[in-house]
């Protein structure tokens, strides 16, 4: 039996941490979640069961410090060279066990990647918030809040609507912001966040990138109000919510970048997202793929294994096809995002089109992937014994998210035939 490490990577991008880290995570994932998180299911609401999981990777093994300095108690992932390499290993190796657990990891990084990525460091701010995931062993989480109740693709939809849709403000008053508005959505919220970071306009309706605000606030200030966890067809482990925002102040420093540059950077975090939910998909897959692997060799048909009759091995054939693909063009991403001399810079329009194409065609894949693979198990794909139908339901939302396929598609036809409405 094939083991999933033969799904290939590119060895010759491979970073030095390869072996310790996806080592680490993967038994970290054998023992803490795979076990449990058939129950996981149940436990959206109070996380009784995902908490301790979480407080053992982020808090105890430290992998929440990832972003910050060295100096600073932090791992440096900030400036390492393999930044795309490794994000994209730890991420398939969480999704692997449970994808909503790696997206609440993952998106934890997105606010701090604002102040903590060379080459727009906001040393001030990475000071300021080393310590409160850094000095503790207990799980730290980070909110990116970016979309409203009016409509998340259109702020997302950057190169074109330069966030003249934000209906969040930032209005300066003396040496704060104060902030209003209503975010939906942000992974890490129903109550989990400990630290937002916001987008806002400081000029409602402004297409003007320099308006585009991405502000920290702590989540313990007041006006921050959290709501309930939505209840969601997968992905427990990730709780979403609606956020309120009123009359919120905190210092002026508190944004990330700047005018322009919060506008500029944050496009970097829509390629550092595209390449998590590659990841995700390809660490669903890995898993499915185990799954089949004894699933059509166990089970018998007129006497046969499944594996053996032709048009199971034919379906079988087109899952790894496509995992291959998928599995190679995320890392290929990976090495396109940690190479910015070959590639161009993170946040530029190419590499965020080109995240697109790539998070789209495996979201697309996959999904269609896990109904023919759940075809061929018939009842047993909807048992929840085999966790099949668990990764079917979480890659559908990784599909959903981050503007959705549409978005997606206009990223890629604006970039590839330079359309000027889309
Ligand atoms: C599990 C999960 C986690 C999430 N995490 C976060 C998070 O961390 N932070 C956050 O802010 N949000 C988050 N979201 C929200 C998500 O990013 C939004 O749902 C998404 O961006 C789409 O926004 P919307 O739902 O408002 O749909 P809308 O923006 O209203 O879009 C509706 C439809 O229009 C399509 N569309 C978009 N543009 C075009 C176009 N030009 N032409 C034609 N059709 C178009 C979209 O693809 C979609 O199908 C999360 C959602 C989920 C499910």
Redesign the pocket.
């Known amino acids: 039996m094939r083991a999933i490490y033969e799904i290939t990577r590119p060895k010759e991008y491979l970073s030095p941490l390869e072996e310790p880290l996806g080592n680490m995570i993967r038994e970290w994932a054998e023992k803490e979640v795979i076990p449990r998180r058939r129950r996981f299911d149940e436990d959206w609401r109070d996380h009784r069961l995902i908490e301790p999981a979480f407080r053992k990777l982020m808090g105890e093994m430290g992998m929440q410090r990832a972003p910050f300095p060295e100096d600073l108690g932090g791992l440096g992932m900030g400036h390492s060279e393999h930044l795309g390499i490794n994000s994209f290993l730890v991420m398939e190796e969480m999704a692997r066990a449970d994808s909503g657990m790696a997206?609440s990891y993952g998106?934890t990084f997105?606010p701090l990647f604002m102040i903590c990525n060379e080459p727009h460091v906001n040393r001030r701010l990475c000071e300021e918030f080393a310590p409160m995931f850094c000095a503790t062993t207990e799980a730290r989480f980070a909110?990116?809040?970016?979309?409203e109740p009016q409509?998340?693709?259109?702020?997302?939809?950057l190169d074109l609507l330069r966030g003249s849709t934000i209906n969040t403000t930032a209005v300066q008053e003396g040496d704060e912001w104060v902030i209003n508005g209503h975010?939906?959505?942000?992974?890490?919220t129903g109550g989990i966040a400990h630290l937002f970071g916001v987008?806002a306009t400081t000029r409602l309706g402004s297409d003007d990138p320099r308006d585009f605000a991405f502000i920290l606030v702590p989540a313990d200030t007041p006006g921050v109000t959290q709501g309930d966890p939505y209840e969601?067809g997968g992905?427990a482990a990730?709780k979403?919510g609606d956020v309120w925002f009123e009359n919120v102040r905190v210092p002026v420093w508190y944004r990330a970048c700047g005018p322009g540059d919060d506008f500029k950077y944050f496009k970097e975090i829509i390629s550092i997202g595209s390449l998590g939910s590659i990841a995700m998909v390809s660490g669903c897959m890995l898993n499915v793929y185990e799954t089949l692997q004894e699933f059509t060799s166990r089970r018998r048909i007129r006497g046969v294994p499944l594996k053996e009759h032709d048009a199971i091995g034919g379906v079988l054939a087109d899952i790894v096809r496509d995992m291959e693909i998928i599995r190679i063009t995320g890392y290929q991403y990976a090495r396109m995002i940690d190479r910015p001399d070959l590639y161009g810079e993170r946040w530029s329009e190419e590499m965020v089109a080109k995240g697109r194409v790539y998070k789209y065609f495996a979201c697309d894949r996959a999904v269609e992937d896990l109904g023919r693979a759940m075809n061929i198990m018939e009842a047993h794909g909807a048992d929840r014994e085999w966790d099949v139908e668990k990764h079917w339901r979480d890659l559908k939302?990784i599909q959903?998210?981050?503007?959705?396929?549409?978005?997606c598609q206009?990223e890629t036809a604006r970039w590839f035939f330079s359309c000027e409405t889309?």
């Open positions: 997206v998106v997105w909110a990116n809040a970016m979309t409509g998340g693709a259109d702020i997302e939809n975010k939906l959505w942000p992974t890490n987008v969601k992905m990730d979403n939302i959903l998210w981050m503007g959705g396929k549409q978005l206009m889309l």
